[in-house]
């Protein structure tokens, strides 16, 4: 028996199930997923992409499942110098959510010592991760070859 097959994503905030995955997890080409209604499916993508919670994939019968951001251990970072904070974790190409009054990052212990120094005010969360996405195209970029 095969499995039903997404080979495509769509931009939809909605869908007909749920698929709930971690910032990792949302970094995929081809991997066999679970919705969190129990149905198996395969993901196969023509590149590794990055999603985004709210986009679905598009099977090719025409459903489509919604990915959820699930949540996971990550570092709020606050303090009273917020822009150089955040400047310091991307100098160091390290993902990060920001907000008006708090940065997320994932738990990195090299990090947390880094911003200790720094005078950040951390604690532990459980929370989903959206970080923003490459300044140089949309989801994700790895080192400097924009």
């Known amino acids: 028996m095969s499995l039903p097959t997404a080979r495509s994503i769509t931009h939809s905030h909605s869908g007909d199930e749920r698929v709930m995955l971690t910032y990792e997890e ?4 081809r991997k066999v997923l679970t919705t969190q209604g129990g149905t198996e499916f395969l993901v196969d993508l023509a590149q590794t992409t990055s999603l985004g ?3 679905a ?7 489509l499942f919604e ?9 709020e970072v606050t ?3 917020l822009t150089r904070l955040a400047w310091h974790i ?3 190409h390290t ?3 920001i907000e008006a009054g708090r940065l997320l ?6 990090l947390l010592d880094m911003l200790q120094k720094l005078g950040a005010t951390l604690r532990e969360v459980t929370e989903p991760f959206t970080p923003e996405g490459g300044a140089y195209g949309h989801g994700r970029t790895h080192g400097h070859s924009h």
């Not at 990052?105 to 090299?110: D, E, K, W």
């Open 67 to 75: 990915v959820i951001a699930a949540e996971e251990a990550l570092l």
């Open 90 to 92: 991307g100098n160091r």
């Open 105 to 110: 990052i994932q738990s990195n212990h090299v």
């Open 95 to 97: 993902p990060c959510q």
């Open 57 to 63: 994939f598009e099977l090719e019968d025409g459903r």
């Open 53 to 55: 919670g709210g986009d």
């Open 26 to 29: 949302r970094f995929l080409r």
């Open 79 to 81: 303090g009273s110098d």
